[in-house]
């Protein structure tokens, strides 16, 4: 995982999401995955800002991790 990614907090899902940050899928797919359950899902701060725990994507990540 990037050494820079937030420990705790809240992220956007252009920190999330490859190139910038550690999951390397598509927004479509993300989405479908944020549907489906697979990924954490979002707080709305406002009406057009939506974030995620950087709690909840860093063990999405090292769960990534350990499947592999």
Same mark, same amino acid.
């Given at each position: 995982?990037?050494?820079?990614?937030?420990?705790?907090?809240?992220?956007?899902?252009?920190?999330? &999401?490859? $190139?910038?940050?550690?999951?390397?899928?598509?927004?479509?797919?993300?989405?479908?995955? %944020?549907?489906? *359950?697979?990924?954490?899902?979002?707080?709305? &701060?406002? $009406?057009?800002?939506?974030?995620?725990?950087?709690?909840?994507?860093?063990?999405?990540? %090292?769960?990534? *991790?350990t499947q592999s």
């Amino acid at each position: 995982m990037a050494h820079d990614f937030p420990a705790t907090g809240f992220v956007r899902l252009s920190q999330i &999401l490859a $190139p910038y940050g550690p999951i390397p899928v598509s927004k479509s797919t993300w989405w479908q995955g %944020v549907k489906d *359950g697979r990924f954490p899902q979002p707080r709305k &701060l406002g $009406p057009r800002t939506t974030v995620w725990r950087a709690e909840d994507i860093r063990a999405l990540f %090292v769960s990534i *991790g350990t499947q592999s």
